[in-house]
Nanobody, 126 residues
Framework: QVQLVESGGGLVQAGGSLRLSCAAS????????MGWFRQAPGKEREFVAC????????YYADSVKGRFTISRDNAKNMVYLQMNSLKPEDRAVYYC???????????????????WGQGTQVTVSS
């Protein structure tokens, strides 16, 4: 079992930056694909970014490509989401997630991720 705890959310002006962090428990963290998702009020949860076990491969939603960067530090059991050039439409609760399947492939599908954090709120003012 892996527990995920997000932090780093907050209020920022449009064009600003935030860095989200996700702390993971568990000795096999380095064998899991990690993902970030977000859910805006009244909308379904959507994929944002994911990263492979070693960190060498990443994938992004078109809406954040070029503005967000996902990274991980396996020695610290941490995953990060650097968010730059934030827009009001980026406002959402952001969740860290993992599939708990060792050596899985990258996935953008919500149902491939079975362990979720509690989320952290990101608000972008215009």
């Amino acid at each position: 079992q892996v527990q995920l705890v997000e932090s780093g959310g907050g209020l920022v002006q449009a064009g600003g930056s935030l860095r989200l962090s996700c702390a993971a428990s568990g000795r096999t963290f380095s064998t899991y694909v990690m993902g970030w998702f977000r859910q805006a009020p009244g909308k379904e949860r959507e994929f944002v970014a994911c990263i492979s076990q070693s960190g060498s491969n990443t994938y992004y939603a078109d809406s954040v490509k070029g503005r967000f960067t996902i990274s991980r530090d396996n020695a610290k059991n941490m995953v990060y989401l650097q968010m730059n050039s934030l827009k009001p439409e980026d406002r959402a609760v952001y969740y860290c997630a993992t599939s708990l399947k060792e050596y899985a492939l990258l996935s953008v599908r919500t149902y491939d991720y079975t362990s979720w954090g509690q989320g952290t709120q990101v608000t972008v003012s215009s």
